[in-house]
């Protein structure tokens, strides 16, 4: 294994432990747990390491958070705002529309996403739940992790942090 993918492999295990130390840190909205944690975690995987790992991560830390019952099942859905964001970086290199991607995977799709899981897997009675359900706490779960990832973000761009990470 080169030195690269050894550091890239390392910076997604802290991310990941980052995810799922933070999901200690979750608003109960409706029938969800919302972690801004988790999308900061997403906005920072997709800027340093790419869409594909941003996924393992949030792979990682959704599994990691059910397992110690620290989340639902509901949680592998940020893995679409991962994608999305890790896809928006990749290709712009704009972090607000990363940000902007976030909002949309894991808040707007993520959310309807949400739906089917609640029902089928989670066992809720379709009756009592909506499509749209899950798309207003995840939003504000979103939107709350996108503020945290704009002043970590921005506070990195100005100390050329970030510029040094991606040079080594």
């Given at each position: 294994m080169n030195q690269n993918k050894t550091k890239k492999l390392a910076m997604a295990g802290v991310l990941c432990a980052v995810a799922v130390a933070g999901s200690y840190i979750s608003i109960p909205v409706f029938g969800s747990k919302?972690?801004?944690?988790q999308h900061m975690v997403n906005i920072l995987s997709a800027i340093l390491l790419g869409p594909w790992y941003g996924v393992g991560?949030?792979?990682?830390?959704s599994l990691i958070r059910n397992l110690l019952s620290l989340g639902t099942p509901l949680a592998f859905t940020s893995m679409i705002g991962a994608?999305?964001?890790?896809?928006?970086?990749?290709k712009t290199k704009n972090t607000w529309l990363v940000y902007l991607a976030e909002i949309i995977g894991s808040g707007v799709l993520g959310g309807l996403c949400a739906y089917p899981i609640a029902i089928f897997i989670m066992g809720k009675?379709?009756?009592?739940i909506a499509f749209y359900t899950y798309v207003i706490p995840f939003l504000i779960s979103v939107v709350g992790g996108a503020v945290l990832s704009v002043i970590l973000v921005e506070a990195l761009i100005k100390a050329n942090v970030l510029k040094l990470q991606k040079e080594s």
């Open positions: 919302c972690a801004p944690v991560i949030a792979f990682s830390a994608l999305l964001s890790g896809f928006a970086y990749y009675d379709a009756s009592n």
